[in-house]
C-alpha cells in the first residue's frame, strides 16, 4: 500500500519501486539524467522533468478536492478560484511572485515544489495514482461546528484577531464563503474538504464540532503543531478536564484560557451548558503575554 501522506517525492520513489525500476532505468526510460531522477524523489526539480516521469509511469496527480482539468496547473488554478483567492494573495501566501503562480496555472511550468506546497495550502488532498485508479473518495471523519450551533462568539473572536491578526486557516467552517464565514482566515476547509484529513499550515484557528470527532481534532490540533507543520493552533472547545483526550493532548502539552463563565454562542442568547477554554499549542511568548492581557478576567494557564 502507497503511503499517501508522504510529498510528491517520496511517493514517485514509492511507485518507482513497485514498478521494479532502478533510478538508472527510469532515467533511461525517460531521457532524464540521473541527478534530475535524485531531485524529483526530493521534491525538487521542475513541473516539466515531473510530467516526464509521470507519463513514463502512468502516474496522475488526483485528491479528494482537486478538481477535474487537462493540467495539474488548470486544476491549481480552479481550486483556487473554488477557495476564493485570487492570485496576488495566493502567491504572497507561497512566498513567490505572481508571474511565477501564472506560469504555474497556465503553462504548468515551475518548481515541483511550488506546485506540491500550493495544493497543500488549498488543502487539495493530492497524491499520486496509476492513471487506471479513479478519484478516490473518504467518509467524513468530522464536521463543520457551525452545523453543531457553536458558532464562536463574534467577541471572542475579536480579541484573538488584536493578538494574531487575520487568520491563515479555519479547518472545520460551517462555509467556505468569505463574505459569510464567522472566521476572518486567508483559507477555509468545510465539511465537504474533510479538515481532519488534510495538513494545515500557518496561524490555524480551530473551532471544532462537539460531538464524539472532538476527540479527534484535538489529537489533530497536537499532531500538526507537534510535526511543526503550523506555527500556532488556537482551538476553542469544551474545558472538560476529565477526558482522556485533555489528558493526552493538551495537558503540559499546551497553553490554557479558561474563559470566565458560560460562552453564549450563535444567536441563541442562551448560555452553553459547560465552560469553555482557549488551548493554544505552539503560541510565542508574546503572543500568550496579549492574550492574558485581551482575556484579562480569565484564568491563563501556561504550556510546558
Known amino acids: 500500500m502507497l503511503k499517501k501522506s508522504l510529498h510528491f517525492g517520496g511517493q514517485l520513489q514509492q511507485h518507482r519501486k513497485q514498478q521494479k525500476l532502478n533510478q538508472q532505468q527510469l532515467a533511461d526510460k525517460t531521457g532524464l539524467s540521473i541527478p534530475t531522477i535524485r531531485q524529483l524523489e526530493r521534491s525538487q526539480g521542475y513541473l516539466s522533468s515531473f510530467q516526464t516521469v509521470l507519463d ?3 502516474l496522475q496527480i488526483i485528491g479528494r478536492n482537486l478538481p477535474q482539468g487537462d493540467t495539474f496547473g488548470q486544476q491549481l488554478a480552479l481550486l483556487r478560484q473554488r477557495r476564493s483567492i485570487n492570485q496576488r494573495d495566493f502567491a504572497l501566501t507561497l512566498g513567490i511572485t505572481q508571474p511565477t503562480l501564472i506560469n504555474v496555472e497556465r503553462y504548468s511550468k515551475g518548481k515541483l ?5 500550493a495544493l497543500i495550502l488549498l488543502g487539495a488532498g493530492a497524491y499520486l495514482a496509476r492513471l487506471s485508479e479513479s478519484k478516490a473518495f473518504y467518509s467524513h471523519a468530522g464536521n463543520s461546528s457551525g452545523q453543531n450551533s457553536w458558532t464562536t462568539p463574534a467577541w471572542v473572536l475579536d480579541k484573538l484577531y488584536d493578538v494574531f491578526g487575520c487568520f491563515d486557516l479555519d479547518p472545520c467552517s460551517p462555509t467556505a464563503t468569505r463574505k459569510t464565514a464567522p472566521v476572518k482566515a486567508k483559507i477555509y476547509y468545510t465539511e465537504a474538504d474533510d479538515g481532519l484529513s488534510l495538513p494545515w499550515h500557518g496561524h490555524v484557528f480551530v473551532n471544532p464540532p462537539y460531538g464524539r470527532t472532538l476527540k479527534d481534532w484535538v489529537a489533530k490540533c497536537h499532531h500538526e503543531a507537534t510535526t511543526g507543520n503550523t506555527q500556532t493552533i488556537v482551538a476553542l472547545i469544551p474545558a472538560r478536564t476529565d477526558t482522556a483526550y485533555w489528558h493526552d493532548y493538551i495537558a503540559n502539552q499546551a497553553a490554557i484560557v479558561f474563559l470566565r463563565g458560560r460562552l453564549s454562542f450563535g444567536n441563541t442568547g442562551e448560555s452553553a451548558p459547560f465552560p469553555s477554554a482557549l488551548i ?9 503575554q496579549a ?3 485581551v482575556f484579562a478576567d480569565a484564568w491563563v494557564v501556561p504550556g510546558r
Open 280 to 288: 493554544v499549542w505552539g503560541g510565542e511568548t508574546e503572543k500568550l
Open 113 to 117: 515544489v511550488t506546485l506540491e506546497q
Open 56 to 58: 513514463a509511469l502512468a
Open 291 to 293: 492574550l492574558r492581557s
